[in-house]
Protein backbone atom coordinates (compact mmCIF):
# COMPACT_ATOMS: atom_id res chain seq x y z
CA UNK A 1 0.00 0.00 0.00
CA UNK A 2 1.57 3.56 -1.22
CA UNK A 3 -0.86 5.46 -0.76
CA UNK A 4 -2.07 8.27 2.11
CA UNK A 5 -5.68 8.38 2.43
CA UNK A 6 -7.87 11.04 4.03
CA UNK A 7 -11.17 10.96 5.06
CA UNK A 8 -13.69 12.70 4.24
CA UNK A 9 -12.89 14.20 0.71
CA UNK A 10 -15.37 16.86 1.01
CA UNK A 11 -16.68 18.77 5.02
CA UNK A 12 -18.74 21.26 4.57
CA UNK A 13 -19.65 22.89 8.34
CA UNK A 14 -20.48 25.79 10.04
CA UNK A 15 -18.45 27.97 12.61
CA UNK A 16 -19.82 26.32 15.34
CA UNK A 17 -19.37 22.55 14.81
CA UNK A 18 -16.72 20.35 16.20
CA UNK A 19 -15.36 17.87 13.37
CA UNK A 20 -12.37 15.69 12.48
CA UNK A 21 -10.38 15.16 9.50
CA UNK A 22 -8.67 11.40 8.92
CA UNK A 23 -5.30 10.76 7.72
CA UNK A 24 -4.16 7.30 7.27
CA UNK A 25 -0.51 5.31 5.92
CA UNK A 26 0.52 1.84 5.89
CA UNK A 27 4.29 2.61 4.60
CA UNK A 28 5.97 2.71 8.21
CA UNK A 29 6.62 5.90 7.60
CA UNK A 30 7.66 7.62 11.06
CA UNK A 31 6.53 11.28 10.03
CA UNK A 32 3.63 12.72 8.92
CA UNK A 33 2.05 16.17 8.09
CA UNK A 34 -0.92 18.47 7.50
CA UNK A 35 -0.77 20.93 5.31
CA UNK A 36 -3.00 23.92 4.24
CA UNK A 37 -3.18 24.98 0.45
CA UNK A 38 -5.43 27.69 -0.61
CA UNK A 39 -6.28 28.50 -4.24
CA UNK A 40 -3.21 29.06 -6.41
CA UNK A 41 -1.40 29.21 -3.50
CA UNK A 42 1.53 26.24 -2.33
CA UNK A 43 0.62 24.16 0.85
CA UNK A 44 1.55 25.76 4.03
CA UNK A 45 2.79 23.54 6.85
CA UNK A 46 0.36 23.13 10.24
CA UNK A 47 1.65 20.37 11.91
CA UNK A 48 4.56 17.72 11.84
CA UNK A 49 4.51 13.98 13.58
CA UNK A 50 7.46 12.54 13.77
CA UNK A 51 8.44 9.75 15.88
CA UNK A 52 5.19 10.95 17.72
CA UNK A 53 6.81 14.33 18.70
CA UNK A 54 5.01 17.06 17.59
CA UNK A 55 5.97 19.99 15.38
CA UNK A 56 3.64 23.13 15.50
CA UNK A 57 3.83 25.77 12.99
CA UNK A 58 3.16 29.00 15.32
CA UNK A 59 1.49 30.71 13.35
CA UNK A 60 -1.73 28.03 13.15
CA UNK A 61 -4.59 29.13 15.62
CA UNK A 62 -5.42 26.64 18.19
CA UNK A 63 -8.92 25.71 16.47
CA UNK A 64 -6.69 23.19 14.96
CA UNK A 65 -5.21 21.02 16.94
CA UNK A 66 -3.91 17.56 15.38
CA UNK A 67 -3.97 13.94 17.30
CA UNK A 68 -1.36 10.83 16.32
CA UNK A 69 -3.35 8.23 18.02
CA UNK A 70 -0.76 5.81 15.93
CA UNK A 71 2.00 5.89 13.49
CA UNK A 72 -0.32 5.04 11.02
CA UNK A 73 -2.81 7.40 11.72
CA UNK A 74 -2.88 11.23 11.68
CA UNK A 75 -6.31 13.47 12.90
CA UNK A 76 -6.64 17.09 12.52
CA UNK A 77 -9.48 18.34 15.51
CA UNK A 78 -11.32 21.71 14.09
CA UNK A 79 -13.61 23.30 16.21
CA UNK A 80 -14.93 27.30 15.97
CA UNK A 81 -13.75 27.39 12.85
CA UNK A 82 -14.20 30.62 10.75
CA UNK A 83 -15.03 31.17 6.75
CA UNK A 84 -11.47 31.74 6.20
CA UNK A 85 -10.71 28.71 7.27
CA UNK A 86 -11.83 26.89 4.20
CA UNK A 87 -9.32 25.72 1.85
CA UNK A 88 -7.64 21.99 1.08
CA UNK A 89 -6.26 20.36 3.90
CA UNK A 90 -3.65 17.83 2.88
CA UNK A 91 -2.22 15.32 4.71
CA UNK A 92 1.31 13.85 3.88
CA UNK A 93 4.06 10.94 5.12
CA UNK A 94 7.21 10.03 4.35
CA UNK A 95 11.13 11.02 4.94
CA UNK A 96 14.30 12.22 3.41
CA UNK A 97 15.64 8.55 2.36
CA UNK A 98 11.83 7.69 1.31
CA UNK A 99 10.44 11.01 -0.26
CA UNK A 100 7.15 11.90 0.46
CA UNK A 101 3.44 11.29 -0.46
CA UNK A 102 0.33 13.46 -0.26
CA UNK A 103 -3.02 12.18 0.44
CA UNK A 104 -5.81 13.20 -1.90
CA UNK A 105 -7.16 15.97 0.57
CA UNK A 106 -9.97 17.40 2.29
CA UNK A 107 -11.90 20.06 0.65
CA UNK A 108 -13.44 22.05 3.58
CA UNK A 109 -15.65 24.71 3.53
CA UNK A 110 -16.88 26.59 6.49
CA UNK A 111 -20.04 28.56 6.44
CA UNK B 1 14.65 34.00 7.16
CA UNK B 2 14.40 30.35 5.39
CA UNK B 3 13.00 31.09 1.81
CA UNK B 4 12.33 29.23 -1.23
CA UNK B 5 12.13 31.14 -4.18
CA UNK B 6 10.90 29.91 -7.67
CA UNK B 7 11.06 31.26 -11.32
CA UNK B 8 9.45 31.92 -13.40
CA UNK B 9 5.91 32.71 -12.01
CA UNK B 10 4.54 31.25 -15.27
CA UNK B 11 5.07 29.93 -18.40
CA UNK B 12 3.65 29.42 -21.61
CA UNK B 13 5.27 27.25 -24.15
CA UNK B 14 3.87 24.61 -27.22
CA UNK B 15 4.02 21.14 -27.35
CA UNK B 16 7.26 20.13 -28.32
CA UNK B 17 9.46 22.96 -26.17
CA UNK B 18 11.90 21.95 -23.83
CA UNK B 19 11.38 23.80 -20.58
CA UNK B 20 14.08 24.49 -17.63
CA UNK B 21 12.19 25.59 -14.24
CA UNK B 22 14.06 27.15 -11.75
CA UNK B 23 14.32 27.11 -7.43
CA UNK B 24 16.61 28.79 -5.23
CA UNK B 25 16.94 28.57 -1.25
CA UNK B 26 18.03 30.49 1.44
CA UNK B 27 18.09 27.97 4.15
CA UNK B 28 19.58 26.95 7.29
CA UNK B 29 20.15 22.97 7.87
CA UNK B 30 19.56 22.20 4.80
CA UNK B 31 18.59 18.49 4.13
CA UNK B 32 16.88 18.19 0.67
CA UNK B 33 15.21 19.57 -2.35
CA UNK B 34 12.10 18.39 -3.52
CA UNK B 35 10.01 18.54 -6.63
CA UNK B 36 5.97 17.94 -7.08
CA UNK B 37 3.42 18.09 -9.90
CA UNK B 38 0.39 20.13 -8.61
CA UNK B 39 -2.51 19.41 -11.49
CA UNK B 40 -5.89 19.58 -9.66
CA UNK B 41 -5.44 17.04 -6.67
CA UNK B 42 -2.53 17.05 -4.10
CA UNK B 43 1.00 17.13 -5.63
CA UNK B 44 2.61 14.24 -6.85
CA UNK B 45 6.16 13.91 -5.70
CA UNK B 46 8.67 13.94 -8.42
CA UNK B 47 12.41 13.80 -7.08
CA UNK B 48 14.17 14.48 -4.41
CA UNK B 49 18.04 16.15 -4.64
CA UNK B 50 20.27 15.82 -1.54
CA UNK B 51 23.38 15.46 -3.80
CA UNK B 52 24.77 18.50 -5.92
CA UNK B 53 25.56 17.65 -8.87
CA UNK B 54 24.14 14.14 -9.30
CA UNK B 55 21.10 14.24 -12.09
CA UNK B 56 17.97 12.81 -11.62
CA UNK B 57 15.83 11.60 -14.68
CA UNK B 58 12.12 9.83 -15.10
CA UNK B 59 11.17 10.10 -18.95
CA UNK B 60 11.20 13.26 -20.05
CA UNK B 61 12.05 15.25 -16.84
CA UNK B 62 15.11 15.25 -15.21
CA UNK B 63 16.79 17.39 -11.82
CA UNK B 64 19.69 18.79 -10.67
CA UNK B 65 20.78 20.27 -7.63
CA UNK B 66 23.72 22.51 -6.95
CA UNK B 67 24.45 23.07 -2.74
CA UNK B 68 27.22 25.47 -3.62
CA UNK B 69 24.87 28.24 -5.61
CA UNK B 70 22.16 26.74 -3.79
CA UNK B 71 19.55 26.63 -6.81
CA UNK B 72 17.96 23.44 -8.45
CA UNK B 73 16.41 23.28 -12.21
CA UNK B 74 13.86 20.65 -13.47
CA UNK B 75 13.98 20.51 -17.10
CA UNK B 76 11.16 18.86 -19.18
CA UNK B 77 11.84 17.75 -22.66
CA UNK B 78 9.42 17.63 -25.71
CA UNK B 79 6.49 19.22 -23.89
CA UNK B 80 3.02 17.71 -24.08
CA UNK B 81 -0.22 19.29 -23.03
CA UNK B 82 -0.61 16.57 -20.21
CA UNK B 83 2.52 18.21 -18.27
CA UNK B 84 0.35 21.66 -18.02
CA UNK B 85 0.73 22.25 -14.22
CA UNK B 86 2.06 23.86 -11.41
CA UNK B 87 5.50 22.71 -10.31
CA UNK B 88 5.91 23.04 -7.10
CA UNK B 89 10.09 23.30 -5.55
CA UNK B 90 10.07 22.36 -1.49
CA UNK B 91 13.21 22.80 0.60
CA UNK B 92 13.56 20.42 3.89
CA UNK B 93 15.56 21.48 6.48
CA UNK B 94 16.17 20.77 10.46
CA UNK B 95 15.21 23.00 13.05
CA UNK B 96 14.75 22.25 16.46
CA UNK B 97 15.03 18.83 16.17
CA UNK B 98 12.56 17.90 13.38
CA UNK B 99 12.61 18.41 9.50
CA UNK B 100 10.53 21.02 8.19
CA UNK B 101 9.36 22.40 4.75
CA UNK B 102 9.36 25.36 2.65
CA UNK B 103 7.56 25.31 -0.81
CA UNK B 104 8.44 27.96 -3.41
CA UNK B 105 5.26 29.74 -4.76
CA UNK B 106 5.51 27.47 -7.85
CA UNK B 107 5.39 27.93 -10.99
CA UNK B 108 2.43 27.19 -13.59
CA UNK B 109 3.52 25.58 -16.57
CA UNK B 110 1.33 25.78 -19.64
CA UNK B 111 2.01 23.50 -23.18
CA UNK B 112 -0.60 24.47 -26.03
CA UNK B 113 -1.09 21.64 -28.50
Known amino acids: DTEVTQTPKHLVMGMTNKKSLKCEQHMGHRAMYWYKQKAKKPPELMFV???????INESVPSRFSPECPNSSLLNLHLHALQPEDSALYLCASGSTRDGYTFGSGTRLTVV | EDKVVQSPLSLVVHEGDTVTLNCSYEVTNFRSLLWYKQEKKAPTFLFMLTSSGIEKKSGRLSSILDKKELFSILNITATQTGDSAIYLCAVSLLKGGTYKYIFGTGTRLKVLA
Open chain 1, 49 to 55: YSYEKLS
